[in-house]
């Protein structure tokens, strides 16, 4: 959660949807804004504000009432680098240009730490940098309004 790795412009525009099981494809699945966001201490805080439609109030009132506790966040990644040890003995990856793009609530995360992840099955472009697993991280993202020409590496399906 290196800030100089996450494109948080998005989730700080005031526009950023907070929906409901990451569904982001229909307007019924986004049950609020995201109003701001920032990272401290390897987390993102987020301010937001629940729609006021009738069929979200049942889903605010259980986040009131701590029923409804857990979030995660969808994210593109765009770059990653190879980081794996000489001793490991799987190929480790590090992203270190990413952007979260919606923020979830959902009744299940990954683990005490961690949210679940966006599950839909769309594709986008990510370079991976190999390097040797002693060096540094590398070059930081580029600016948010650029984008770096990406190698075709598409995500497992």
């Given at each position: ?25 229909s307007?019924?699945?986004q ?118 020409a ?8």
């Amino acid at each position: 959660m290196d800030p100089a790795h996450v494109r948080m412009g998005r989730f700080q525009s005031g526009r950023a949807p907070l929906c409901r099981d990451h569904v982001s494809w229909s307007l019924s699945g986004q049950i609020g804004v995201i109003r701001s966001a920032e990272l401290k201490d390897g987390e993102i805080f987020c301010e937001v504000r629940f729609s006021r439609r009738a069929e979200v109030e049942p889903i605010f009132q259980d986040v009131v009432d701590e029923i409804v506790c857990n979030a995660s966040v969808g994210y593109r990644t765009y770059k990653m680098q190879d980081v794996t040890g000489p001793e490991d003995k799987i190929k480790v990856l590090r992203a270190i240009d990413w952007e979260p793009f919606e923020g979830s609530l959902v009744p299940v995360g990954a683990d005490a730490g961690a949210g679940v992840r966006n599950q839909d099955r769309q594709s986008f472009p990510c370079e991976i940098i190999e390097t040797r697993a002693d060096s540094a991280v590398g070059d930081s993202m580029p600016p948010e309004n650029e984008t770096a020409a990406p190698a075709v590496v598409q995500p497992p399906v």
